[in-house]
């Protein structure tokens, strides 16, 4: 993954590009001296001071300042980004009170007090889905959301599940890849790429707790939690049960979706035609059709995984003996950009 596609990963979170930048330099060094994250990230000496404050601020490095000169080591990256998202908890709470005095809707974002209310919301999310559901869920509260998950994988609305605590549930034709963990992991819903819940275990299986849920429509912040439960979560969880394809020809909207069947078609060593409605990445130039040859898949949803960083989901494709790659809405990292895609059977 190139130093610009982790610029843009992690100013997600909030970092500016001079952070992201100092915070790269700490990761590839290890302990590193200000001096040198003033020198490799081009910024002056004391603006690298105000960086590095603000980057243990949010948790992702430590200062020893007791060692001469002053040594700055990066956290553990995946305890970094765990707490950059707690963070969203705390950002929760503090929109919640501007909502009050600005007059958002209700839709835009909400904390979510009572376990019955979180099981509501998750269950009419999952319900209103057209094109994509993922979910992470406790194993002892997946009764709650059967029906509605269920509901929306027959409908071939694209659906990831994850069990953690998992208990031994029956979760074949639950969704189209299910996964289950026996440790325990924060509730995680994303719908269509829209909407998103984020909350911790305990809020759902103690019945006390003090704990809250965030809600969000804003689609950068739902990318986040997304992104967190690809790369943290995903990956240390079993296989539990691959759907089959439907039937092709197939048109997709979800190209996450279209990502997950020609993966498995090209596992059974199957020929793909893709017809995609496509522009180059990082432009506003037209869509324009074109009919390709599906060679190759980077992906992380089912195993073997083939991808090169954590959310990568591209196809790799063939015209007139030129490969290219192809990802879905604001690709940055492919050459082309996709919406709609239509796979079909090649001869």
Same mark, same amino acid.
């Given at each position: 993954?190139?130093?610009?596609?982790?610029?843009?990963? @992690?100013?997600?979170?909030?970092?500016?590009?001079?952070?992201?930048?100092?915070?790269?330099?700490?990761?590839?060094?290890?302990?590193?001296?200000?001096?040198?994250?003033?020198?490799?990230?081009? +910024?002056?000496?004391?603006?690298?001071?105000?960086?590095?404050?603000?980057?243990?601020?949010?948790?992702?490095?430590?200062?020893?300042?007791?060692?001469?000169?002053?040594?700055?080591?990066?956290?553990?990256?995946?305890?970094?980004?765990?707490?950059?998202?707690?963070?969203? /908890?705390?950002?929760?709470?503090?929109?919640?009170?501007?909502?009050?005095?600005?007059?958002?809707?209700?839709?835009?974002?909400?904390?979510?007090?009572?376990?019955?209310?979180?099981?509501?919301?998750?269950?009419?999310?999952?319900?209103?889905?057209?094109?994509?559901?993922?979910?992470?869920?406790?194993?002892?509260?997946?009764? =709650?959301?059967?029906?509605?998950?269920?509901?929306?994988?027959?409908?071939?609305?694209?659906?990831?599940?994850?069990?953690?605590?998992?208990?031994?549930?029956?979760?074949?034709?639950?969704? =189209?890849?299910?996964?289950?963990?026996?440790?325990?992991?924060? @509730?995680?819903?994303?719908?269509?790429?829209?909407?998103?819940?984020?909350?911790?275990?305990?809020?759902?299986?103690?019945?006390?707790?003090?704990?809250?849920?965030?809600?969000?429509?804003?689609?950068?912040?739902?990318?986040?939690?997304?992104?967190?439960?690809?790369?943290? /979560?995903?990956?240390?969880?079993?296989?539990?049960?691959?759907?089959?394809?439907?039937?092709?020809?197939?048109?997709?909207?979800?190209?996450?979706?279209?990502?997950?069947?020609?993966? @498995?078609?090209?596992?059974? =060593?199957?020929?793909?035609?893709?017809?995609?409605?496509?522009?180059?990445?990082?432009?506003?130039?037209?869509?324009?059709?074109?009919?390709?040859?599906?060679?190759?898949?980077?992906?992380?949803?089912?195993?073997?995984?083939?991808?090169?960083?954590?959310?990568?989901?591209?196809?790799?494709?063939?015209?007139?003996? +030129?490969?290219?790659?192809? !990802?879905?809405?604001?690709?940055?990292?492919?050459?082309?950009?996709?919406?709609? +895609?239509?796979?079909?059977? !090649?001869?």
């Amino acid at each position: 993954m190139t130093n610009a596609a982790f610029i843009d990963e @992690l100013t997600r979170f909030g970092l500016s590009e001079k952070e992201v930048l100092a915070y790269l330099t700490i990761l590839r060094n290890g302990s590193t001296k200000v001096s040198e994250i003033s020198t490799e990230a081009d +910024i002056s000496k004391s603006y690298a001071y105000d960086i590095i404050d603000e980057l243990e601020n949010r948790g992702l490095v430590e200062i020893h300042d007791h060692q001469v000169p002053t040594q700055i080591e990066a956290i553990q990256p995946q305890e970094g980004i765990e707490d950059l998202v707690s963070q969203l /908890y705390t950002i929760g709470e503090r929109l919640e009170q501007l909502y009050d005095s600005s007059g958002r809707t209700e839709q835009e974002f909400k904390v979510l007090k009572a376990r019955k209310t979180l099981l509501n919301q998750i269950n009419e999310l999952i319900s209103s889905a057209e094109e994509e559901v993922v979910l992470s869920i406790p194993g002892p509260l997946f009764d =709650h959301v059967n029906t509605s998950i269920k509901g929306a994988y027959r409908d071939n609305v694209f659906s990831v599940l994850m069990l953690s605590d998992y208990d031994g549930q029956t979760v074949d034709e639950c969704a =189209h890849v299910v996964r289950s963990w026996d440790a325990a992991a924060p @509730l995680i819903l994303t719908v269509d790429r829209s909407y998103g819940i984020v909350a911790p275990a305990e809020m759902l299986v103690q019945s006390n707790s003090d704990k809250r849920a965030i809600f969000h429509a804003e689609a950068q912040i739902v990318s986040t939690f997304f992104d967190s439960f690809i790369a943290n /979560y995903w990956p240390m969880a079993t296989q539990e049960w691959i759907s089959q394809i439907h039937e092709f020809p197939q048109t997709y909207s979800s190209f996450r979706h279209a990502v997950f069947d020609a993966t @498995l078609e090209l596992f059974d =060593h199957q020929t793909i035609r893709a017809e995609i409605a496509m522009r180059p990445a990082q432009t506003s130039d037209e869509f324009e059709t074109a009919e390709v040859t599906v060679v190759d898949v980077k992906q992380s949803l089912i195993r073997p995984v083939t991808n090169q960083f954590p959310t990568q989901e591209t196809l790799i494709v063939k015209r007139d003996d +030129i490969q290219f790659s192809v !990802g879905g809405s604001q690709a940055f990292t492919e050459d082309f950009e996709a919406t709609q +895609i239509t796979l079909s059977a !090649g001869e």
